[in-house]
């Protein structure tokens, strides 16, 4: 059964820094699009940042605004959200999903459960 688990989250000060995994099982991350997302207290689910395939190009929500980085490492089945000079707007739990194959027409998503990051001074 595919999974997706995220790790790295907790309790950071704010200006601090964290790096989120996301570890996949069951299929080949090669194959998938990866996405970090985000949901805060009494908000709606957002997208923070993707990275393709291959290459891997990475797309970033504008209020990224240069803080985080989105990268894979297919050969760990692994993706990674490194997030740098957080602040407490950050505070939300981060949940990573695969979308694919990409060789397929018929996508499918899978999500993690998520890791909770708080930013408190």
């Known amino acids: 059964q595919v999974r997706l688990v995220e790790s790295g989250g907790g309790l950071v000060e704010p200006g601090g820094s964290l790096r989120l995994s996301c570890h996949v099982s069951w299929i080949s991350l090669s194959n998938y699009y990866i996405s970090w997302y985000r949901q805060a207290p009494g908000k709606e689910r957002e997208l923070v940042a993707s990275?393709?395939?291959?290459?891997?190009?990475?797309n970033y929500a504008d209020f990224i605004k240069d803080r985080f980085t989105i990268s894979r490492d297919d050969g760990k089945n692994t993706a990674y959200l490194q997030m740098n000079n957080l602040k407490y707007e950050d505070t939300a739990v981060y949940y990573c999903?695969?979308?694919?194959?990409?060789?397929?027409?018929?996508?499918?998503?899978?999500w993690g459960k998520g890791t909770l990051v708080t930013v408190s001074s």
């Open positions: 999903k695969a979308r694919g194959p990409d060789y397929s027409t018929q996508k499918v998503d899978y």
């Open positions: 990275i393709t395939t291959g290459a891997g190009s990475a």
